[in-house]
Nanobody, 117 residues
Framework: QVQFVESGGGLVQAGESLRLSCVVT????????MGWYRQAPGKQRELVATITRGGSENYADSVKGRFTISRDNAGNTVLLQMNSLKPEDTAVYCC???????????WGQGTQVTVSS
């Protein structure tokens, strides 16, 4: 059974930082990419950042230079360091993991990030 443990969300003021963590276990196949999406009320889900098994990173333009994604050597933990947070970063942040075989995506429940102005 695939399980995600996401942590690190919370309420901060604009300009402050948070670090999100996601640990996934029970995947049926080895993990290729991991990353984070976010969804704010009334808005579509948006890619925040991803990192592949080989370490290639991809970021949404809106977070480039402020957010950094990283992954542990075991490959089942992904971190998202979020600096200089803005009110528009407020959303539920969901972790995902994609398998090497088949490219199946699995999703966590999400963690709330709220940035006050």
């Amino acid at each position: 059974q695939v399980q995600f443990v996401e942590s690190g969300g919370g309420l901060v003021q604009a300009g402050e930082s948070l670090r999100l963590s996601c640990v996934v276990t029970g995947m049926p196949f080895s993990i290729n990419a991991m990353g984070w999406y976010r969804q704010a009320p009334g808005k579509q889900r948006e890619l925040v950042a991803t990192i592949t098994r080989g370490g290639s990173e991809n970021y949404a333009d809106s977070v480039k230079g402020r957010f950094t994604i990283s992954r542990d050597n075991a490959g089942n933990t992904v971190l998202l360091q979020m600096n200089s947070l803005k009110p528009e970063d407020t959303a539920v942040y969901c972790c995902y993991a994609r398998t090497i075989i088949g490219g199946y995506d699995y999703w966590g429940q999400g963690t709330q990030v709220t940035v006050s102005s």
